[in-house]
């Protein structure tokens, strides 16, 4: 089964269900950096929130996510449009767990802040950010929606991970009230949320997206759309020469005199690019 997310509306539309499995994803950015049971806790959770989140926006509209964070998985920048998502924390080789085993995400994240930023490429880009409350990513999403965007939220996240260290499953949810819910919705809902299966439960038992959405919603809800979900970079050479272009005429020349060569990885799927004197030669002429 690929990455999806599926969109629903319950409580006579005036709540929105976006649920993700995100599984593929969260693998994917495992093999790319070799993250260990933290980090890729931390770096899964927030591409999964991120993949979701890029779903409520319109089309087009370009997500960057960094969660400047204090805990010894380090800053975590995620990028997402689309439904498609790439990203990375400062260190994937964390592992941190409490007395009983269990990983202590809140503690590998740290306190910090979440800044979102959102560009349509269209005006100037439109940013918002608030700070970490409880390092979990689920609780500090929910935050991040009351206190940033003014819509109250529920985010459930979760990624399930064997004693090896590999990815079992990952996925979540995010719940939004729209304006005009009726307070008696918001009630049983707040109820629901209270008895249903914790999220973490749910992913690791395999559910699906429209499993979960079932579970949040009792069985009465309207599904509105399937999203194909994926992890993609979309790196490529032409935007790293511009980049050194841009580093100008006299640092490029130094580079090349004393290195010869650059080599430069992608922070976001670790995709080496070589560039040998000849070529070097040829970014510097185009040098302004
Ligand atoms: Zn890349």
Request: net charge negative.
């Amino acid at each position: 089964m690929k990455d999806y997310l599926q969109k629903a509306y319950c409580m006579n539309q005036t709540v929105r269900i976006y649920a993700a499995i995100t599984t593929d994803i969260v693998k994917e950015a495992k093999s790319i950096f070799n993250l260990w049971p933290s980090s890729l806790q931390a770096l899964g959770r927030t591409l999964t929130i991120s993949a979701i989140m890029s779903c409520t926006y319109k089309s087009g509209e370009f997500l960057n996510i960094k969660l400047d964070c204090d805990g010894p998985v380090g800053k975590i920048t995620v990028e997402a449009t689309d439904g498609k998502v790439r990203g990375f924390c400062q260190n994937p080789g964390v592992l941190l767990q409490y007395n009983d085993g269990r990983l202590n995400i809140e503690h590998a994240v740290g306190a910090g802040t979440i800044e979102v930023v959102k560009d349509l490429h269209m005006r100037a880009p439109f940013s918002s950010s608030c700070e970490i409350v409880s390092g979990d990513i689920a609780q500090d999403f929910t935050y991040y929606f009351a206190k940033s965007e003014q819509i109250p939220s529920s985010v459930g996240l979760g990624v399930s991970i064997d004693n090896e260290g590999n990815v079992l499953s990952a996925g979540g949810f995010l719940i939004q009230v729209m304006p005009g819910c009726k307070e008696e919705y918001i009630k049983a809902l707040e109820e629901r949320l209270k008895t249903m299966k914790p999220c973490t439960e749910m992913i690791k038992e395999g559910y699906n997206p429209e499993e979960i959405i079932n579970e949040i919603t009792g069985g009465d809800y309207e599904i509105l759309e399937t999203k194909e979900l994926k992890y993609e970079c979309s790196c490529n050479r032409e935007r790293f020469e511009k980049g050194l272009i841009s580093l100008g005429k006299d640092t490029l020349t130094n580079i090349l005199n004393e290195d010869h060569k650059v080599e430069i990885t992608c922070n976001f799927c670790n995709k080496k690019y070589n560039f040998n004197e000849d070529e070097l030669k040829e970014l510097i002429f185009k040098c302004k």
